[in-house]
């Protein structure tokens, strides 16, 4: 079988990027001659760590101690898991990622900016400090909560800035990248009104560990930062997961709907939570999420019928599935926050369990099948080596499938039987197994690819000695 030439392997573009992996894994080609520098390595190693180790069994613990139920659940442990799960494992992944796609939306050369190690320092200094915060007590945790805070907005707005300048930058420059824009913005925002709300608690006296953030922190945090992030990629990456597909000129409306709804969920917290006025922002800015969700899933194609062909790139349709399954989730979700949106409007009593389903079916099925479409397929393009342990992907898809309908079901407790809380209530650890599978086929595969750098680098110096 004749091997293929390495200027045309390493030269080509999805028609012979297969060819290429294959010639580097021979050691025929060189990495440096055809993969990039992996700038995103060090902050996915964070993000795994913090999800694996922390914010998910945190979570899933959590949810069983609620549902099963087997005790109270102290709030400062809750809160500590959804910061960790926004900022702490999808921030930190945007971030890394970030400096490939966005240089490579703009045809750059792929180059470590300076910035890089000061935000990846700055991050862990705050994610730690976050941690030890919640473990310590008195004076002590009150500094540790504001420092953190501090290391994280410092972090997160270098990050901010340097987006911005690349977004600027690019030519042709299309809307939706200013959803990445403002999407970084919303996690520097988010975290700076923390830090200051802390510092103020501080100073008059409270712990500022009591102070219980309100809902427009984790609007700006989820819809504004994660969301932003994760519709403006989808809809510039969209042709490496459904093949033949363009995205139209609707960058616009889903920039003005997530954006907006950010906006009026902030605007909310002029009132008490419970005053009329706050739950008919909150309800409106729920529609403006759920209008700017249907317009990207729209604009990406992804509730239209996908081809049985072989798919850009040539690889394995197991990422594609997850595509699918996140849009699914998240038309799901849409109609939570539609019909949650109408029975506020309508002045109907509060809705919990509905809230809290729509709310997992956009953070737990929407982010992380996207989460893990994305990792699949960008993480082996990048280290130039195919995907370790195939399987695992199919563990990750059916473990988080089941993990959503299991939550879902919660809301059959308020019309059925509340024997469906305690189903709900193992939801948790199906999406730490889905998260697992995917963090160890996603760790194998960047070991693999360091892996293959070192050995192609030394042949090559054994060569020119």
């Known amino acids: 079988m004749d091997t293929p030439k390495v200027e045309e392997a390493s030269g080509g573009r999805c028609t012979t990027r297969r060819a290429a992996r294959e010639t580097r894994e021979q050691g025929i080609a060189p990495p440096s001659a055809s993969l990039e520098i992996p700038i995103y390595r060090p902050f996915a190693l964070v993000a795994l760590v913090v999800t694996l180790g922390l914010a998910t069994p945190i979570g899933a ?7 099963a139920p087997a005790g109270p659940v102290p709030m400062i442990w809750l809160r ?14 945007i971030m890394g990622v970030a400096h490939h796609l966005i240089l490579r939306f703009g045809h750059r050369p792929i180059r470590r900016p300076a910035s890089t190690p000061w935000i990846l320092a700055l991050t862990i200094l705050g994610l730690g400090g976050r941690v030890a915060a919640t473990m310590a007590g008195g004076a002590t945790a009150s500094g540790l909560w504001i420092a953190s805070g501090v290391a994280e907005s410092l972090a997160f707005g270098v990050f901010a800035a340097w987006v911005t300048a690349r977004v600027r930058a690019t030519e042709p420059r299309f809307t939706s990248d200013w959803l990445m824009v403002t999407g970084a913005w919303w996690f520097a925002v988010a975290l700076a009104v923390e830090t200051m709300t802390l510092a103020a608690a501080a100073t008059a006296g409270p712990d500022p560990v009591a102070v219980i953030p309100g809902p427009g922190l984790y609007a700006m945090g989820l819809y504004g930062g994660v969301f932003g992030w994760v519709l403006g990629v989808a809809m510039r990456a969209v042709p490496m997961f459904l093949s033949g597909r363009r995205v139209g000129r609707l960058g616009g409306a889903v920039l003005t709907g997530l954006n907006g709804g950010v ?47 072989a798919l850009s790139l040539l690889m394995d349709r197991t990422e594609t599935r997850f595509f699918r399954l996140a849009f699914a989730c998240a038309g799901l979700a849409v109609v ?38 994305m990792g699949f397929r960008f993480v082996p393009v990048i280290e130039g080596v195919r995907i370790a342990v195939p399987g695992a992907r199919l563990v990750a898809f059916w473990a988080l499938a089941l993990a ?33 599978a995917w963090g160890l086929a996603v760790g194998l595969t960047m070991i693999r690819g360091a892996a293959l750098r070192r050995s192609t680098s030394s042949a090559i110096e054994t060569n020119l000695q």
């Open 80 to 93: 500590l898991h959804a910061h960790l799960q926004i900022f702490g494992f999808a921030g930190v992944l």
């Open 263 to 309: 906006l009026l969920m902030l605007l909310a917290e002029i009132w008490p939570p419970a005053s009329r006025h706050a739950q008919a922002l909150h309800a409106l800015g729920d529609l403006a999420v759920a209008i700017a969700f249907v317009v990207g899933a729209v604009a990406v194609g992804a509730w239209q019928r996908q081809p049985r062909r």
């Open 336 to 373: 939570g926050l539609s019909v949650g949106a109408a029975l506020t409007l309508a002045g109907a009593p509060p809705h919990g369990l509905l809230a809290d389903a729509t709310r997992h079916l956009l953070s737990v099925g929407f982010l992380i099948g996207m989460i893990c479409a």
């Open 61 to 67: 613990i959590a949810l069983y101690r609620l549902f």
């Open 404 to 436: 959503v309908l299991l939550r879902t079901a919660e809301m059959a407790a308020d019309y059925l039987h509340e024997g469906f809380l305690r189903a709900a209530a193992v939801s948790g650890f199906l999406a730490w197994v889905a998260l697992l």
